[in-house]
């Protein structure tokens, strides 16, 4: 098994008549990942083809969702349009809304977190690479990808990565196929103060999937969220775990990139994270290139 | 996006919230005009307007103490103004270069009021996110005047929090507690509900990231007045609010932080002489952190993002090469989606445009790399190949540390 989607999920993009959405729904396509919807509000009926692929379009993810099956939408629209592109997808009933789109304010987020609460919908994201179950083809072909990774890194196999950051995921995805070891699945959770799944919720989907063996949990400076993963790991999770924290260098009070990465006090600063994760039996990989061999410290495979 | 206490005051003065007279002046022509205002009954307070806290406890350059100063007279309020507008302020947030100040901020001085032990009446009120929980919280305490973290450090009792329910918003019920939290009775607790209604109000329409009024004090006369306020607004939401964006001072931020987000880099600049250019927020932060662990001091944050077209490239290039203090360059992209070719052509590309001189070393991975790597090895310019994000550190801080 994997966790949150699998070689046969049924995938809509949100956003597919975009350029970003298209982009990457071709490059799901090509990767053999079961894209069947689109939805862009009045250009239902179109069709998006691609490589002998023809995803029908439609107006609103209740429909796609009621005539192709789809369950899982990855979410590429515009930031001012983001978070009401979420909340269709609580109205729809989607196990999984994959929220891609970078810049959504926070107030909205506020909103739409608030307004998710008692739903069926989980939310991944946003500003997140997405999530990947890599295929068993050659290169992982065959896989589910929704988001923006690069599919051919992946290897499947039997780690679990989960992350903030995208190209830092990749980073560690790349160590490990390049290792010999594959992945369950990876999850960019997204880089943002207010998102919907924690690294936490990812460590318990992780503890309970029987083909995950190791885990990789890859944080950043600000918030407390790897701080409450760390207590949870060591209480409870049966699994070996290496972490990294990025932001050793970044000065207090500055948002680097990530609209969360912000150090707002003692307790979110990469040192005193790094130090909770060593009191919880995390292996802490001591650069980001360490990664791979940090797990491979606590893990025999 | 931060704005200065007089604009923040003229804002909250808008949604209601009680402040000091004051007139803000950013010309010695203009002071003159501005205290005469103004009613110099009890003295005036005369601030340095520079995006920074701990503006009261700082230092200028010239020798002057404290960037906030109370004046008795009109003529002591035109010295002290004189000696402020246009020298550096450094203070504890500045950092040791400290800022300019470009702006001046004159208040009537308020008559203060006291408690029965004797203690200035001042108190402590904030909204912000609760990132824990994903809604806004109130913060209050008794204790103001002094860092919040002092006093949640030394007297975390005296510190109380509501959570605001987003569907709803803030209660009359949550303002009272506040209002109770802070030991208000009669007309100050009426008067505090209020200000706290307000502020949530403030917060909530304006996109705010925080709001802080620190200290809020209680005049001899009975009133509940915003003494100092800190405001910052969420940027990802500033597209729906002009009035916002027209407050931007472009002085008191970094050119080269301008300049990058012109091609849609985030850039921030630190102390160190090894300058990073990275696609990927996550990875150029602990790109900077390997070149520390090795024994480099990283100039610069640089996300040049997913893309890293060769305009981006070239435009990154030429801001880190604006920092007299870098003394190499360590280009790491992981091009996971990108051409790492396209890329490695864009590095050259910027390389020669710029006439790169400094050592230079390029991490790649990625989609098609052994192309990109041969194009960077065919360029003739003379830059070092990188095989692992720790290869590539140790031979940027070698280079440096050698040149």
Request: hydrophobic share 40%; with cysteine.
């Amino acid at each position: 098994m994997s966790i949150l989607v699998h070689e046969k999920t049924r995938v809509l993009v949100q956003g597919i008549t975009g350029d970003f959405g298209g982009r990457h729904a071709r490059l799901s396509l090509d990767y053999g990942t079961q894209v069947v919807a689109g939805v862009t509000p009045g250009k239902g009926g179109q069709v998006f083809e691609h490589n002998g692929h023809k995803v029908p379009i439609f107006d609103t993810v209740a429909d796609a969702r009621r005539q192709t099956g789809a369950e899982v939408s990855a979410i590429f629209v515009p930031p001012p349009f983001a978070a009401d592109a979420i909340l269709e997808c609580v109205d729809a009933d989607l196990d999984l809304a994959i929220a891609i789109t970078e810049g959504i304010p926070v107030r909205d987020m506020v909103r739409a977190k608030r307004a998710m609460e008692g739903r069926r919908t989980r939310l991944i994201g946003p500003n997140c690479p997405g999530v990947v179950t890599p295929g068993r083809g050659d290169k992982s072909h065959g896989g589910c990808r929704i988001g923006i990774a690069p599919g051919y890194i992946h290897r499947r196999g039997k780690v679990g990565v989960v992350s903030r950051s995208g190209t830092l995921t990749y980073e560690a995805v790349w160590q490990l196929t390049s290792k010999g070891h594959g992945q369950s699945t990876c999850v960019g959770i997204g880089g943002d103060p207010v998102n919907g799944t924690s690294h936490l919720d990812v460590i318990r989907l992780f503890n309970e999937d029987p083909e995950t063996e190791a885990i990789i949990l890859i944080g950043e400076i600000g918030g407390s969220a790897e701080v409450e993963a760390a207590r949870w790991i060591k209480e409870h999770c049966k699994k070996p775990v290496a972490g990294f924290i990025a932001g050793a260098t970044a000065p207090a009070g500055r948002r680097m990139g990530h609209a969360g990465a912000v150090i707002g006090g003692a307790d979110d600063t990469a040192a005193a994270k790094i130090r909770i994760f060593q009191e919880c039996s995390i292996e802490v990989a001591k650069t980001p290139s360490d990664m791979a061999d940090a797990l491979l410290r606590v893990w025999k495979p | 996006m931060n704005i200065h206490e007089y604009q923040a005051k003229a804002l909250l003065e808008q949604f209601g919230v009680a402040v000091p007279r004051g007139v803000a002046a950013k010309d010695a022509s203009e002071f003159e005009a501005a205290l005469a205002g103004l009613d110099g009954s009890a003295g005036y307070m005369v601030k340095s307007q520079i995006h920074a806290g701990g503006r009261g406890k700082g230092s200028f350059t010239n020798g002057l103490k404290g960037g906030v100063k109370f004046s008795a007279t009109r003529e002591k309020a035109l010295e002290n103004a004189r000696a402020m507008l246009g020298n550096t302020l450094v203070t504890a947030q500045t950092g040791p270069e400290g800022r300019k100040v470009q702006a001046l901020y004159f208040t009537e001085a308020a008559n203060l009021g006291k408690r029965p032990d004797g203690r200035d009446d001042e108190y402590y009120l904030a909204i912000l996110l609760d990132r824990a929980t994903s809604r806004p919280v109130v913060v209050a305490s008794t204790e103001g005047g002094v860092e919040i973290e002092k006093v949640a450090h030394d007297t975390p009792e005296r510190i109380a929090k509501v959570q605001v329910d987003p569907a709803v918003g803030l209660q009359p019920y949550q303002a009272r507690q506040v209002a109770f939290a802070l030991g208000f009775k009669g007309e100050l607790f009426r008067q505090a509900v209020a200000l706290v209604t307000k502020l949530y109000q403030f917060y909530w329409e304006k996109d705010c990231a925080m709001v802080e009024i620190n200290p809020l004090l209680v005049t001899k006369e009975g009133r509940l007045v915003a003494l100092d306020a800190k405001v910052s607004f969420d940027d990802n939401a500033l597209f729906r609010h002009p009035d916002i964006v027209a407050l931007r001072d472009l002085a008191e931020e970094d050119p080269k932080e301008i300049e990058a987000s012109k091609f849609g880099l985030s850039y921030i600049a630190l102390d160190g002489n090894i300058a990073c250019l990275v696609n990927g927020a996550g990875l150029a932060m602990s790109t900077m952190d390997i070149i520390q662990h090795f024994g480099g001091r990283p100039a610069n944050f640089l996300d040049v993002g997913g893309g890293a077209s060769k305009e981006q490239v070239t435009a990154a290039f030429k801001i880190i090469l604006g920092d007299p203090n870098v003394k190499g360059i360590l280009v790491n992209i992981f091009g996971g989606i990108m051409d790492c070719d396209i890329i490695a052509q864009g590095i050259v590309a910027a390389a020669r445009e710029t006439g790169l001189s400094l050592p230079l070393v390029v991490r790649l991975e990625g989609n098609n790399v052994a192309a990109g790597k041969a194009t960077l090895a065919a360029s003739g310019l003379k830059l070092v190949a990188g095989d692992s994000m720790a290869d590539a550190a140790q031979k940027i801080v070698a280079l440096v540390g050698k040149a």
